[in-house]
């Protein structure tokens, strides 16, 4: 016995010698019986591992666009479908050649309407559904349905606003869309989130059933109770909810999807079309040996530590279901996402030097904040037209750490100490809607400037601080509860000396973690926000082992482990096909710099992919290119 990596002629004599091993079993026969034998399909090899092999791309030339996001493949006309947000449509490739990928076409939604905007897409049993969001974004948007050999529109409806990912499920009778229903940017228009469930029995006559959220309005106050994040100015629990992303059961009959900003999931019965449940995620404790974060942009390295107070909310993005010992479970890819509208109004802001500010809450939202300007024994007015979020303005004049929380850090009454400091955790970016002191109502309990609780203060006490997303990617069970997380091992492996960056492995990954995607020696560049930042995912089955692939939207690559225990993933490989980490303008030399920004992954298959090699299919959004990765598999020969 042996191992080595399998390709399409190892393959071959894998074939053969499992071919003489049912012979042999049968006797060695050769009658016709037995001949009979070698038509019977071969179970696919299961590998002792995998690694990912950069195998080729196909460039749209668009810098920092979008020009290349969310991926799909149709295996029967080997094409690959990318959503291309620049040009609002979806690049065709031809895939033929999956090492190299050219353009065979173009599909847009300019049979519905003209400038509309394709934001997801997939495809199944030669169908290519799109994801269409209308031209003013708070209004209805649309699903369309195609041919995929002749790209030809078969029918198109009018789903919830913003529709923002598509999916079939499994058995292909219904299409999916996660309608988010993002607000105007000054939070006038503030759309319902929805779930359109599209049956296509008859993919020329689709018929679309909405799954809305206005039966859970009245229970607000529960949800809140639970750790739903619902904190929109003046939003209902049906206008706050922004559907993101869908994973299905294997058996087609109930669906997750992601509700980002609010930090749940919706548990939905599709053949109901009903939100049958809302479970809320929780949180990350970084203070806990293992859930370190490098918290520091600015001392140009890379320190994972723990800070008691500091807590991450998972906030995921994409989201995959797989079965295991008869149980469904989720993957989730914890990015991590602050709500941010009406930035570009100097007006949401307010005058530099006002006291008290006068930011105009009603042009705009913005959550995240720095840890150091948030508390400071000055007050907010400090930061009046420059960060200062006009709501934060409006429920207080400034921000305190409760410092038998804190204390370790140097927060006494009054004065938060050395905690604001950029060693400590000062520059971390943070949500300022939630963490401080509450009374039963869910009203601030008030302080001094002193830190002296009473209730003509006007001083918020944070308990606890909420970071973005968990720098992690986790998997779930059906019910939302946790059953397993990368921690910090994401942000550790890539300070280590192990990691190696660029198609041939040559580049160390200490030199340039949490860069930045769209500009070069970034080093650090990230930390303060949401580190590396995993968001795409995708799941692949081979044998009988299922493979996470994660994309690090920011540090770029993706990240590959074995899934297949869910209590016991084990790390595969990272490959980052980033070539060039120091030119200041990477969109000068976009011809030779890699991918940046992974977006869109999807597995193919062995079997349904061109010249018989499992294949990952990556839109990277700031390069604009779409690259093809082999799946290596190390495998155990018979002698």
Request: contains cysteine.
């Amino acid at each position: 016995m042996g191992y080595r990596i399998i390709r399409k002629e190892v393959w071959a004599s894998f074939a053969v010698w499992a071919m003489v091993a049912v012979l042999s079993g049968c006797g060695g026969s050769s009658d016709s019986s037995a001949a009979a034998v070698p038509s019977a399909p071969i179970a696919e090899v299961t590998p002792e591992s995998i690694a990912l092999r950069w195998l080729g791309r196909y460039s749209s030339n668009v810098f920092a666009e979008s020009a290349a996001e969310i991926t799909a493949y149709d295996a029967l006309t080997q094409r690959a479908f990318v959503v291309n947000a620049k040009a609002g449509s979806v690049d065709v490739l031809d895939m033929a050649d999956p090492a190299n990928p050219s353009l065979f076409g173009t599909l847009s939604a300019d049979d519905i309407s003209a400038n509309l905007t394709v934001n997801s897409v997939a495809v199944k049993n030669g169908l290519v559904a799109l994801a269409v969001e209308a031209q003013l974004k708070t209004d209805l948007g649309f699903v369309a349905v195609y041919r995929a050999d002749t790209l030809a529109l078969l029918d198109y409806a009018t789903v919830g606003a913003q529709p923002d990912m598509v999916t079939f499920t499994p058995d292909g009778r219904y299409i999916l869309l996660a309608n988010e229903g993002e607000p105007s940017a000054d939070y006038s228009i503030d759309p319902e989130g929805s779930i359109s469930v599209v049956d296509i029995l008859d993919p020329e006559n689709v018929v679309v059933s909405s799954a809305g959220f206005t039966a859970y309005n009245p229970d607000i106050d529960a949800l809140r109770q639970a750790g739903v994040r619902i904190y929109g100015p003046g939003a209902s629990v049906a206008q706050d909810l922004e559907p993101e992303y869908i994973a299905v059961s294997a058996d087609s009959s109930t669906a997750w999807v992601v509700l980002q900003e609010n930090n749940a999931l919706a548990k939905l019965d599709i053949a109901t079309a009903t939100v049958s449940a809302i479970l809320p995620l929780g949180y990350k404790d970084h203070g806990v040996a293992g859930n370190g974060l490098d918290p520091n942009d600015e001392d140009g390295m890379t320190v994972v530590s723990t800070y008691a107070g500091l807590r991450g909310l998972y906030l995921p993005d994409s989201i995959a279901a797989y079965q295991a010992n008869g149980a469904t479970y989720l993957v989730t890819a914890n990015e991590g996402d602050a709500r941010a509208w009406g930035e570009d109004d100097s007006a949401y802001w307010g005058t530099e030097d006002a006291e008290p500010c006068d930011g105009d809450g009603s042009k705009g939202f913005v959550e995240e904040f720095r840890i150091k300007h948030l508390v400071h024994a000055s007050g907010f007015d400090r930061r009046c037209g420059d960060d200062l979020p006009a709501q934060l303005r409006e429920l207080a004049a400034g921000a305190l750490l409760n410092p038998a929380v804190f204390g370790y850090c140097g927060a006494v009454p009054g004065d938060p100490g050395d905690c604001r400091d950029d060693e400590v955790f000062g520059r971390l970016n943070i949500t300022w809607t939630e963490g401080y002191q509450v009374d039963v109502n869910g009203d601030p309990v008030m302080y001094t400037s002193a830190g002296v609780q009473d209730v003509a203060g006007d001083r918020l006490m944070y308990d606890s601080l909420y970071a973005y997303g968990g720098r992690s990617f986790s998997i779930w069970d059906e019910d939302g509860s946790l059953i397993w997380d990368s921690a910090d091992a994401i942000e550790q492996f890539l300070a280590s000396d192990v990691c190696m960056l660029g198609a041939t492995r040559t580049l160390p990954c200490a030199d340039y973690v949490n860069s930045n995607h769209d500009e070069g020696d970034s080093a650090d560049n990230r930390s303060d926000n949401k580190g590396p930042e995993p968001e795409g995912l995708a799941l692949g089955t081979i044998g009988t082992k299922t493979f996470a692939f994660v994309g690090l939207e920011r540090m770029g690559g993706i990240m590959v482990y074995d899934i297949t225990d869910p209590v016991a993933p084990i790390f595969q490989d990272y490959l980052n096909t980033r070539e060039d980490w120091n030119t200041e303008d990477a969109g000068a030399v976009l011809a030779s710099v890699g991918d940046l920004g992974p977006e869109g992954l999807h597995f193919i298959s062995a079997a349904d992919a061109p010249g018989g090699e499992a294949l990952l299919l990556v839109g990277n959004e700031v390069s604009g290119t779409t690259a093809v990765y082999e799946v290596e598999q190390l495998v155990l020969m018979a002698p």
